[in-house]
């Protein structure tokens, strides 16, 4: 039994960033995104005696296998399947290098929860993994879906939260150029920096208060595909999910000097009249927004700035999908 998978990275334009309630891994605030074509993530599931998982090649144990398997339970769970669960070797490979700080965990939690929903048999359907996918990283709920995908808040005591399609990748054709301001990799992953946020920043609550207006105004600027209005609420919703995790005690710094830079360069392009717009996740790289026919020149722009080793150029893409089964 052999069972592939594919999905991909997706960019945030409203910021997911805080759990309401982290048992059941609920956002306490609505994000919306946009999954990306061209990098992909292929997962392989194959009968074993025992879980395995191989990452790019290389083995890995404790913790992402541990991950791997709880997944694949929730799935045999959710099925409400009797009898032991059978056990898998997972094989995933990224064909887009994690120090680009395109979060890989999104594209890798999308790709099992098909690959593992085929390989068990559980033909849950796509919402379900979407819920299934986002318990297990939130951000993993939306690349089930291509285009651009909306992830509701949780409200307390929600079983059930799967993102939702709000349109597919062909309804805008926006254009992603991320400046990669270094090879390393991240100092505080998302789950340990947004929980340090929660409990510590003095300005979390103004965070989650903002956020549902936000990303109310992406939502409206992505339907009209109206980039003048998608600038303001991205930069912003950036710009204030950092300055809550920038409070936190210890603070988190997750820009460099390059990042800053990269900051000033976007702005001072669209003063010209380009139309680019920046957001930074939980790394110091920066993903600027432009339409097709200013990214030839915003790509240039960007390579030109001292301390960015190199651009990605990314796309709307699609949902996560099964691609071999038997
Ligand atoms: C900054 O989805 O990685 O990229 O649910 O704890 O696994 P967990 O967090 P994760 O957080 C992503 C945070 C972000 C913003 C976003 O993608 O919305």
Redesign the pocket.
């Known amino acids: 039994m052999s069972h592939v998978a594919v999905a991909h990275p997706?960019?945030?334009l409203?910021?997911?960033?805080g759990?309401r309630d982290r048992g059941r891994?609920l956002?306490a605030v609505p994000?919306l995104?946009v999954t990306l074509g061209g990098m992909t993530t292929t997962t392989r599931l194959t009968t074993a005696d025992v879980d395995a998982l191989w990452l790019d090649g290389t083995e890995r144990a404790g913790r992402p296998l541990e991950r791997v398997s709880a997944m694949l339970d929730l799935l045999w769970s959710e099925a409400a399947r009797a009898g032991a669960r059978p056990r898998a070797c997972v094989e995933s490979r990224n064909d887009f290098p994690t120090a680009a700080g395109l979060?890989s965990?999104?594209s890798a939690?999308a790709a099992l929860a098909v690959a593992g929903d085929g390989f068990l048999g559980t033909a849950l359907g796509v919402e379900r993994l979407s819920c299934i996918a986002?318990r297990?990283?939130?951000?993993?709920?939306?690349s089930l879906f291509g285009g651009f995908v909306e992830?509701p808040a949780g409200a307390p005591g929600d079983a059930h939260l799967p993102a939702a399609p709000l349109a597919p990748p062909e309804h805008w054709d926006l254009r992603l150029v991320v400046a990669v301001t270094t090879e390393g990799a991240k100092d505080v992953?998302?789950?340990?920096?947004?929980?340090r946020t929660t409990e510590t920043s003095p300005f979390y609550a103004a965070w989650v208060d903002a956020a549902p207006a936000l990303a109310r105004r992406v939502r409206e600027a992505v339907v009209a595909r109206d980039f003048e209005a998608l600038v303001a609420p991205v930069e912003q919703s950036a710009l204030a999910?950092h300055a809550s995790a920038i409070a936190a005690d210890p603070g988190l710094l997750y820009w460099n000097g390059t990042t800053v830079e990269v900051l000033r360069a976007v702005r001072r392009l669209r003063a010209g009249g380009v139309p680019a717009c920046f957001t930074?996740?939980?790394?110091p790289h920066v993903k600027v927004l432009t339409l097709p026919e200013a990214e030839g020149e915003v790509t240039r722009a960007m390579s030109e700035l001292p301390g960015v080793l190199r651009t990605i150029s990314a796309r709307p893409g699609g949902g996560a999908r099964l691609v071999e089964a038997g």
């Open positions: 997706n960019i945030a409203a910021k997911y960033w759990k891994n956002p994000s995104s979060a965990s999104a939690f986002r297990v990283s939130a951000s993993a709920g939306r992830l992953g998302s789950t340990e920096g947004m929980n999910m930074i996740d939980a790394g």
